[in-house]
Structure formats: C-alpha cells, structure tokens
C-alpha cells in the first residue's frame, strides 16, 4: 500500500528519511511532489497576500495569482535538482536519473506549506528564513536518500546546489527580472504594483493593465 501524500508530508517533516524512500518507491511520487509544490507556492503567495489586497486585485485574479505562486515554486525547485544533479557528479557519485530524483527534493519543499503564516505582522520575514532552514534541512535528508550518500555529503551537494542556482539566476539577472515584472503584472492588474501600505489612502491609478 502506497503511502499519502499527508503522510509523505508529514514524514518529510520530521525530516523522516523512510519518507523520501517511500516517495522515490511510489509510482505516483512526481505527482504527489508536483501538487506539494503547487499548495507549498499557493501557500507561500498567501503569506506575501498584503501585495495583492494593496493592489485590490480581483478574486479571478488572486486566484490566478496563487497559481503562478505555485508554479513559479515548482521552477524554483527544478533548478535547484539539476544544480544539485551536477554537484552530485562533481563530487565523483554515480547518480541514478535526473528524473528519479525530482519527487524526492520536491518533497522537501513541505515546510513551505507554512508560507501562508508569513502575513502574521513582525514575524513574517523571520517565519520566511525559518521555513527556508527547514527546507534545506529536509533537502539534505532528501538528498542523502536519492543518491545514497551519508549525510555530511548530502549537505555539501544540497549547499552547493543552493549556491550554483544563486549564482545562476544572478547571471540571468535581465531574464529573472523581465520574468518578476511579468508576473507581478499578471497577479496584481497593474504594470507598477504597489507594494506599500502608504498607497492605501491613493485614490487607484490609471495603470491598470487593460
């Protein structure tokens, strides 16, 4: 019998390693990580939601907006398993597909199931390096468990990894910022979105995208 994704989550969070076995062992464990992602991302743009309500978005486009959310944590959590791929094979480790070890780092993301809980006021950007310590933790654990390595290498590859997406996307910094633009554009309605609460009192601008 397959295990849940609640208990894959649940596992994932205790930083459980029999759970990121057991998602490498499912037939269903790309699916279960791409829903884990989407709700993780759709989570985490609920947490940053203060933007969108400023912004008095729609309900068709805060809706929209969650699922860009979601998609764009699923983009972030593809570059980082090919960078931590190629570290792998840096290191002089045989490595099993690419594509098999997708579900086990995206199961890793779990904690940012929490995101939401960054719109609580004063603790949100100290809730969101929380969750990204919890992350990468859980990455560790999970990369130990897809390419069979002792931990302490685990955490060389899963670092490493972070730092080469970094250096990635500030190489691309023109594609990353374009793409930031657009989304922004497309979740809030407005080709400048307003990002402070000094805007409340505004009487709404004429730069709605049409």
């Known amino acids: 019998m397959e295990p849940t994704?609640?208990?894959?989550?649940?596992?994932?969070?205790?930083?459980?390693?029999?759970?990121?076995?057991?998602?490498?062992?499912?037939?269903?464990?790309?699916?279960?990580?791409f829903i884990l992602l989407v709700l993780a991302g759709a989570s985490l743009t609920l947490g940053q939601?203060?933007?969108?309500?400023?912004?008095?978005?729609?309900?068709?486009?805060?809706?929209?907006a969650l699922v860009l959310g979601g998609l764009e944590l699923v983009l972030e959590a593809l570059i980082w398993v090919v960078s931590v791929w190629v570290v792998v094979g840096l290191l002089g480790v045989s490595r099993p597909h690419l594509v098999e070890t997708l579900d086990v780092m995206g199961l890793a993301y779990a904690p940012f199931l929490f995101g939401v809980l960054m719109f609580?006021?004063?603790v949100g950007l100290p809730m969101l390096w929380l969750l990204r310590l919890w992350v990468l933790l859980a990455a560790?654990?999970?990369?130990?468990?897809?390419?069979?390595?002792?931990?302490?290498?685990?955490?060389?590859?899963?670092?490493?990894?972070?730092?080469?997406?970094?250096?990635?996307?500030?190489?691309f910094d023109r594609a990353v910022?374009?793409?930031?633009?657009?989304?922004?554009?497309?979740?809030?309605?407005r080709a400048t979105p307003i990002e402070s609460a000094q805007a409340l009192l505004a009487p709404d601008s004429d730069d709605h995208v049409k």
């Open 120 to 122: 609580l006021p004063y």
């Open 49 to 64: 939601s203060v933007v969108l309500f400023l912004n008095r978005v729609s309900a068709p486009r805060f809706a929209l």
């Open 177 to 189: 910022q374009a793409a930031d633009r657009w989304y922004r554009r497309a979740s809030t309605g």
């Open 5 to 33: 994704l609640a208990q894959l989550v649940g596992g994932a969070l205790r930083l459980d390693r029999s759970a990121f076995d057991a998602i490498e062992q499912s037939s269903q464990g790309l699916r279960d990580a």
């Open 140 to 171: 560790i654990v999970g990369t130990s468990a897809a390419f069979d390595i002792p931990p302490e290498l685990a955490a060389v590859a899963a670092v490493g990894g972070f730092l080469s997406r970094w250096l990635l996307l500030h190489v």
